[in-house]
């Protein structure tokens, strides 16, 4: 192999190597963007218990609901964090529930 040959390959095998990096960490973004967002879900879903209880109140069925999906999702995302083509439609659906509820 010739000397440009050699410094070719060398560049092609860095610029995928580069490209296969970027990637990875965009998932690891993304993932940490979800944990940020399922932790908040998690809290203001603590946040509504706490507050009728000490408020005497019932919960609605409204905040049940939104409770119990996000204990849900925090289930799905907790197990299948590590599978990466799952990891976007469990972002999708954190965004919309929390999107929804703050509506």
Do not use: C, W
């Amino acid at each position: 192999m010739d000397y440009l040959a050699m410094k070719q390959a060398i560049i092609n095998a860095l610029t995928h190597k580069v490209s296969v990096l970027e990637k990875n960490n965009e998932h690891y973004f993304v993932q940490i963007e979800d944990s940020n967002l399922i932790m908040n879900a998690l809290a203001s879903a603590l946040q509504l218990a706490l507050d009728s209880y000490e408020n005497g109140h019932l919960l609605t069925d409204d905040d049940i609901a939104y409770s119990r999906e996000v204990l849900k999702i925090y289930s799905r995302y907790h197990n299948d964090l590590p599978t990466v083509d799952k990891v976007t439609d469990l972002h999708n659906q954190i965004v919309k529930l929390v999107s929804r509820y703050n509506d």
